[in-house]
């Protein structure tokens, strides 16, 4: 199985910073990666498709990138509503397994 | 609009049986990848199982293989999940999840409410 390693766990941040969350594979998994906001008592909502497609309704202030093994999220201006848990998926071969999870919190 | 709704959760004792039913509406059900995603209190996500549009294909967590079964029936826009040999370790909640067009491995657009999976004696 891929294993799929987010860092950092948790990140604190401010209204307006930029901040960037990494993803790293086990093995290749060419572009077949995607990132997910969960916040509690809702349904996650998909972020970014293959490594770097921003998904329809989603704020331009998310992107991402990378292929292979190692990807990032990066978001170019916190806004209060972005506070949740990050979770990266393979998508390459199943299980399609989830990162570990990222909590960003307000400092 | 697209919803997913899910039913068929509750508590069992362990080595016990459930099977979740989605009730899928708002798209062309038979033409989706369709998956089950759970997370356990206090835990990160848990991809469960996937299945490809047709029925073709299924994948399983190494956690679950042998004791759940994925279905669908196109006919009824539904997706089900056969979980046998319950653990205390499968309390969770679970989502009835949709894929991409055709593909069982893929990103995951839409999203059910979840419904409640406890595990207890």
């Known amino acids: 199985d891929i294993q799929m390693t987010q860092s950092p766990s948790s990140l604190s941040a401010s209204v307006g910073d930029r901040v960037t969350i990494t993803c790293r594979a086990s093995q290749s998994i060419s572009n077949y990666l995607n990132w997910y906001q969960h916040k509690p008592g809702k349904a996650p909502n998909l972020l970014i498709y293959?490594?770097?497609s921003l998904q329809s309704g989603v704020p331009s202030r998310f992107t991402g990138s990378g292929s292979g093994t190692d990807f990032t999220l990066t978001i170019s201006s916190l806004q209060p509503e972005d506070f949740a848990t990050y979770y990266c998926q393979q998508s390459y071969s199943a299980p399609c397994t989830f990162g570990q999870g990222t909590r960003l919190e307000i400092k | 609009e697209v919803q997913l709704v899910e039913s068929g959760g509750g508590v069992v004792r362990p080595g016990g049986s459930l099977r979740l039913s989605c009730a899928a509406s708002g798209f062309t059900f038979g033409d989706y990848g369709m998956s089950w995603v759970r997370q356990a209190p206090g835990k990160g996500l848990e991809w469960v199982s996937g299945?490809?549009?047709?029925?073709?294909?299924?994948g399983y967590a190494d956690s679950v293989k042998g004791r759940f079964t994925i279905s669908r029936d196109n006919a009824k826009n539904s997706l089900f999940l056969q979980m046998n040999s319950l653990r205390a370790e499968d309390t969770a909640l679970y989502y009835c999840?949709?894929?991409?067009?055709?593909?069982?491995?893929?990103?995951?657009?839409?999203w059910g409410q979840g419904t409640l999976v406890t595990v207890s004696s």
């Open positions: 999840a949709r894929g991409e067009k055709y593909r069982r491995d893929s990103s995951i657009d839409y």
């Open positions: 293959s490594a770097s």
């Open positions: 299945i490809n549009w047709n029925s073709g294909t299924t």
